[in-house]
């Protein structure tokens, strides 16, 4: 499978205007317009390309934008520092807990697995679990929608931040084929602290208590948030690590809900 670099023609070491240039390139070849009369086989291609197209360039878009590359001496020279606070950050990090005496909580947001990130344009594992309503949901329920499964605690900052995010974009396109499923990590948390949050924070979308860190471990899931934006086929298209930007998901699902529409 095509990386985004790929999908967009450029190399690792582009810089945020080489991905501007090359996404506007490529956007204008596969154009509607362009491919209007053509047989309907040629119009969906074109549609699939510019989802994949956009999906690629809003995952590199943010990591394109660092500060440009210093000289080869200066850049070794940070990099020398930077691996020293590291190590002085680790150090102190390892001595605090033993100096306090206090041991190491065992609710923490890493759980077991392969690296997330393999799991992309791979099929997403189905799985079942029960909703704060006692309802038994499965992912295979939602064939043919396009999905967000959104992995959080209630205990976890930046999930609490996103959650209002996510309540906009699905209300917005829950019509069109869109659904978010929230998988709280139960076994990390509290059902009633979780089944309070969807009252108080008028959670809209269905939300699944992982008791036994079931989803976890089939989507490799390491850190809170993360999110995995599934298409109609049921493809993961992205993975995203932290809380997700809101103008960012709506075009992703927009994208992948006209293009997945052309083909139905």
Known sequence: MATA??????????????????????RAVYAAERHAH???EFVQHAA????????AYHSLRSALAAPPRLAPASEHRRDRETILAVLVLV??????PILRGIAVPQRTVTATGMD???????????????????????LSDFKGKVVLLNLWATWCPPCVRETPRL?????KYQDQGFVVLGINTTY???????????????????????????????????????????DRTGKIVTTKVGEVDEAQLEEQVQALL???????
């Open 5 to 26: 670099y790929e999908i967009l023609g450029i190399g690792q070491d582009a810089t945020r205007e080489d991905l501007e240039a090359a996404y506007a390139a490529k």
């Open 38 to 40: 053509l047989p309907e």
């Open 48 to 55: 699939q390309r510019r989802a994949e197209l956009a999906v």
């Open 91 to 96: 150090v102190l990090a390892l001595a605090v």
């Open 116 to 138: 997330a990130s393999t799991l992309n344009a791979k099929q997403a594992p189905d799985f079942t679990l029960e909703t704060v309503d006692g309802q038994r949901v499965s």
């Open 167 to 171: 309540v906009r974009v699905f209300e």
């Open 188 to 230: 990390q948390d509290d059902p009633a602290k979780v089944a309070e949050f969807v009252r108080d924070q008028k959670v809209s979308y269905p939300v699944l208590l992982d008791l036994n860190d079931e989803f976890g471990k089939k989507y490799a899931a390491r850190l809170l948030p993360t999110s995995y934006l599934v």
């Open 258 to 264: 006209q293009a997945d529409g052309s083909r139905r």
